[in-house]
């Protein structure tokens, strides 16, 4: 049997519509990595990057098993998340998906999580090799959505599983089989997003996975560059194919790029930085209606156990406040205070603040909506069950509004055409073997 290696392509774009490139990617002959960062001013960045530097440390002769060092390194690079977070409670929420494969000289250790795609392309047949974490993909594998219709819809950026620093996130881990003449694409949804799946498995053909590079991240612009776009390809040759110096994919230099490759900017929240806060305003004006920003629904930006915490301790200190005196300021500020949470089943606005003292009560009805809880996917359901916190009475109408839109009726039981299956190739995997170590089940 040959023996394989494989040469490699990174390259990334910010895209036409960001001044940010929250993407990272890296190439070498051992890893090949993407990670796309999320979360508000500047800590897409940090996730990303901070991510790519721990899980680039396996860059190097690999010792013992790929898949337990894989896995290792993505829990290292959670934890790293998690102090981040720890350190600065202004980038909780930040997150990065992940997609990482691991050369042991046979095989690839794959870690898949969040959205990032991985693909291979054989024989001229391209495949997705990872599954998308995504709220629209969870309503495609219950056959509520067709994946075109998934495609297109309002949500498909939403993704159900990232990178967060907490412990309940776990990324997929499997092995994929190279052959002889394999090319494997990593790439963020700033491509998958703007460009078909026809149009990527012609174009990763193309000659040179140099060249294949360039056409793709030429395509996602092409089709409206609205997102970061970051590629990392890989082609299986065999192990004695000669160096080509004129190649970049050839030439044996590790590649890094985009956010894991420039210094982090400092960042700037809205309220550290007057004059860019003003000029924001004004900007604001002049766009009344501007639309929200898909990266900033990407994900549930507000964990519910933390944030449980955080109401309970506010609780205490309202309480504690009552009870040294300061209680009508304490008090009234509780007032001024809003949530969304449930109330004999249905959704419903609370002022106040959710104490969780026994025979303390801070907080009042101020509106059910007509919203059953029980018509909301799990992960909402649970959240608006923890409760979800809102910076002001509007705000916490745009939250019921926002879960409206998930409201999902009961499908029909009889007449339900069986849906489209899916092009995702999912029953052509043979050799793609799921591993029992997914690290922890979701609980
Ligand atoms: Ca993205």
């Not at 970049?248 to 930085?273: I, K, Y």
């Not at 040294?324 to 500020?333: E, F, L, S």
Request: net charge negative.
């Amino acid at each position: 049997m040959t023996e394989l290696t494989y040469h490699y392509v990174a390259l990334t774009d910010t895209g036409l519509r960001r001044t940010d490139n929250e993407d990272s990617g890296f190439a070498s002959k051992n890893l090949l990595v993407i990670a796309d960062g999320m979360g508000g001013a500047a800590a897409g960045e940090v996730a990303s990057s901070e991510t790519m530097h721990v899980i680039r440390k396996l860059d190097r002769e690999l010792e013992g098993d790929a898949i337990e060092a894989l896995a290792g390194a993505v829990s290292r690079a959670n934890d790293r998340l998690g102090e981040l977070i720890e350190e600065d409670p202004a980038v909780e929420g930040m997150g990065t998906t992940l997609d990482a494969l691991l050369w042991d000289g046979k095989k690839f250790a794959m870690a898949h999580i969040g959205d990032s795609r991985a693909y291979r392309l054989r024989d001229g047949k391209l495949t997705q090799i990872s599954d998308d974490h995504t709220f629209v993909q969870s309503l495609v594998d219950e056959g509520r959505l067709t994946p075109e219709e998934a495609r297109h819809h309002p949500h498909r950026s939403l993704i159900l599983r990232a990178l967060l620093g907490r412990d309940d996130n776990d990324p997929d881990i499997s092995t994929v089989e190279a052959k002889l003449g394999d090319r494997y694409l990593l790439c963020s949804d700033g491509l998958s997003d703007m460009v078909d799946d026809n149009v990527i498995e012609a174009t990763l053909g193309v000659e040179t996975i140099d060249f294949a590079a360039t056409e793709l991240i030429r395509l996602a612009l092409e089709g409206g560059g609205y997102d970061n776009v970051t590629v990392v390809i890989a082609e299986m040759v065999a192990a004695e194919t000669p160096i080509d110096e004129t190649l970049s994919s050839s030439n044996g230099q590790p590649q890094l790029v985009g956010a894991a490759a420039g210094q982090h900017r400092p960042r700037t929240g809205r309220s550290a930085d007057p004059v860019a806060r003003a000029k924001g305003d004004a900007a604001k004006d002049d766009v009344p209606a501007k639309p929200l920003d898909p990266e900033e629904v990407r994900y549930m930006s507000r964990p519910p156990s933390s944030r449980r915490w955080v109401r309970w301790a506010v609780g205490l200190l309202v309480l504690a406040a009552i009870l040294g005196g300061a209680g009508k300021i304490a008090y009234d500020w509780s007032q001024k205070q809003y949530f969304v949470a449930t109330d004999n089943g249905m959704v419903t606005i609370f002022r106040g603040v959710h104490a969780e003292i026994p025979g303390v009560k801070l907080e009042n009805v101020d509106t059910v909506t007509n919203i059953d809880v029980s018509t909301l996917p799990e992960f909402r359901r649970k959240q608006v069950r923890s409760g979800i916190e809102a910076s002001s009475r509007a705000d916490a109408q745009d939250i019921v509004d926002n879960l409206g839109q998930f409201v999902t009726p009961a499908p029909a039981p009889a007449a339900t055409p069986s849906p489209t299956p899916t092009p995702t190739a999912k029953t052509t995997r043979a050799d793609i073997q799921t591993t029992s170590q997914r690290l922890v089940e979701d609980s």
